[in-house]
């Protein structure tokens, strides 16, 4: 096609700007097309479908759409893309999973949102398991818990986690699914061989490397802008039984960053004398010890933690995990010692529990339910997540942890540290990444009053203007920007390749206007 891309984006654009207005003016006519559709009984304008559907587990943006679609097979969602797509007036439409976006992502103001969990037990988007084991098939809609726990039941798991299993596979897929397992295993769009996406143009399609890879490599980590992802085909390996979970304190910033660049350079997927997982974390004064990341130091321990981060104000804390099972129960302990050999922790401050394979991947649930009880999950999550090249990482201490994070002092949420290895990710993958080698995740996942979100807000935009100042050339992770520059920015040399699937496989630009990609204000 001969189009230039820009300016078909900008007329598109003009006319998804004019379709939205004319839209408001045209609901009740498009409400009365709805209905004569064959899905028309799955549509739901019940005020409080509409609703939950216009929030997230942000609690900081809403947008209402006009009707929320409750699925009972992928044919229902193909119908209603097929329904906007022919339409005169196209609408725009998001997969909600979860819901656990923080920033309207899942939203789709006065169009339709696709409740993907309605077809959890839906015809042929359920959990089976290949009979000689290596897969899953798994509906976009299933939660990572029960993927867990159906292969669990067989003896086999997925390996490259989320820390918390209450997201969809769908969700997760849209963005990459990191986690303490990825520098090993890669995110979990490394550990994917086939899924089937209905397009922006109600396609059907099932894709992998080999076969319609273009859509398969542009819905990886695609933020939901090509199509709405039904099944994953997802590699099982046999499940162990328990895990050796450790913690280790610092005070010292290059210490704790030079020891996790040394654990996770032992990174062979096969290789089964390296860890299984390795994330970081910052402890800080006013932040709780047992925040919701999961109870861990015993308490008879926790007066000598509390002291010690009075004294330094921030200390980092390394924390890794070691599969075993009845066959590795005997060496399983030498092996760790033999990879904590050498390291630079303070000594007396190694803490270490065993605990189930299951109970250690589930770990946030546990803190959810207090936190629930208490009153404290559902409030505004102002996050920021980035990806930091490992050569500005020790900058980043300085100017954010060092100088932001402690004058503001506002900071109570979870913060995690911690590094991956480029090579398992794959560059093919509309997720974006840093150029380097290594790089750190760094997650601020803070917490905050219905009231003084904004304050948080603030001290995100002051470290993502410090990195800026400073050369430090990061990533979002679960990205959130309002205008195209920032998007443009962001995709880097992914750019022209992002806008070229998106006129592909969405051209009228229905699905996740929530991302703001190709809907921003300038
Ligand atoms: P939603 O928020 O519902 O959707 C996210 C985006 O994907 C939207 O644009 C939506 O339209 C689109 N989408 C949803 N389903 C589909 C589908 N089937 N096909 C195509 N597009 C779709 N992330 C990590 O990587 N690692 C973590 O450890 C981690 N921990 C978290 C802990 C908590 C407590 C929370 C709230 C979030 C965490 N996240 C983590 C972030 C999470 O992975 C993302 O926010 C993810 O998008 C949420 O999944 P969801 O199923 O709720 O998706």
């Not at 679609?69 to 097929?82: E, T, V």
Request: hydrophobic share 40%; net charge neutral.
């Amino acid at each position: 096609m001969a189009v230039a891309l820009p300016s078909f984006f900008t007329a598109i654009m003009i006319m998804s700007r004019l379709m939205a207005f004319i839209g408001i003016s045209k609901n009740n006519d498009m409400s009365s097309k709805l209905q004569a559709l064959d899905i028309a009984p799955k549509l739901s304008y019940d005020p409080s479908a509409i609703e939950s559907a216009s929030q997230d587990f942000g609690h900081i943006v809403k947008a209402a759409p006009q009707a929320v679609l409750l699925p009972s097979s992928p044919r229902d969602i193909a119908s209603l893309i097929n329904f906007s797509y022919s339409n005169s007036v196209p609408f725009s439409i998001a997969a909600r999973g979860n819901s656990h976006s923080v920033n309207g992502q899942a939203m789709a103001k006065n169009g339709v949102v696709i409740d993907m969990t309605s077809m959890k037990n839906g015809n042929g988007t359920g959990i089976s398991i290949a009979s000689d084991g290596s897969y899953a098939d798994v509906g976009g809609q299933q939660l990572w818990i029960d993927v867990l726990n159906a292969t669990l039941g067989l003896g086999l798991t997925p390996v490259s986690w989320t820390d918390y299993l209450y997201l969809t596979v769908g969700g997760t897929l849209s963005n990459a699914g990191i986690s303490g397992q990825t520098f090993r295993y890669g995110p979990q769009i490394s550990n994917v061989y086939e899924i089937d996406v209905i397009t922006g143009t109600a396609d059907f399609v099932t894709c992998s490397p080999n076969n319609n890879s273009d859509l398969f490599y542009a819905a990886l980590g695609g933020l939901g802008q090509f199509g709405i992802i039904t099944r994953a085909r997802i590699p099982l390996e046999p499940a162990p039984k328990r895990v050796k979970w450790v913690r280790m304190l610092y005070t010292d910033f290059s210490d704790f960053t030079r020891d996790q660049e040394l654990l996770i350079s032992k990174n062979g997927r096969n290789d089964n004398k390296a860890l299984n997982y390795l994330e970081g974390s910052l402890l800080l004064d006013q932040g709780s010890l047992d925040n919701w990341r999961s109870s861990f130091f015993p308490p008879q321990d926790q007066p000598k933690i509390i002291s010690l981060i009075t004294k330094f104000r921030i200390v980092y804390c390394l924390e890794i995990v070691k599969h075993y099972d009845g066959q590795t129960k005997t060496t399983v302990d030498k092996d760790l010692q033999q990879l904590l050999k050498g390291l630079s922790y303070l000594p007396g401050f190694m803490f270490e529990k065993d605990a189930k394979y299951e109970e250690f991947l589930n770990r946030v649930h546990s803190e959810e339910l207090k936190l629930k009880a208490k009153g404290l999950w559902d409030v505004p999550h102002p996050w920021l997540n980035l990806f930091i090249p490992k050569s500005k990482i020790s900058d980043f201490n300085d100017g954010v942890f060092k100088s932001i994070v402690l004058q503001r002092n506002i900071t109570t949420g979870p913060v995690l540290v911690y590094p991956m290895n480029r090579k398992k990710w794959d560059d093919r993958m509309s997720a974006v990444i840093p150029d380097e080698e290594i790089f750190y995740t760094v997650g601020l996942l803070q917490s905050s009053g219905f009231d003084d979100w904004r304050t948080f807000e603030d001290q995100n935009k002051e470290i993502l203007q410090f990195c800026e100042k400073a050369g430090i050339k990061v990533k979002q992770y679960l990205p959130h920007y309002t205008t195209k520059v920032g998007w443009v920015n962001h995709f880097g040399s992914k750019w022209s390749t992002f806008q070229k699937r998106k006129l592909q496989f969405d051209p009228k630009l229905l699905l996740s206007p929530g991302q703001r990609i190709f809907n921003n204000n300038q």
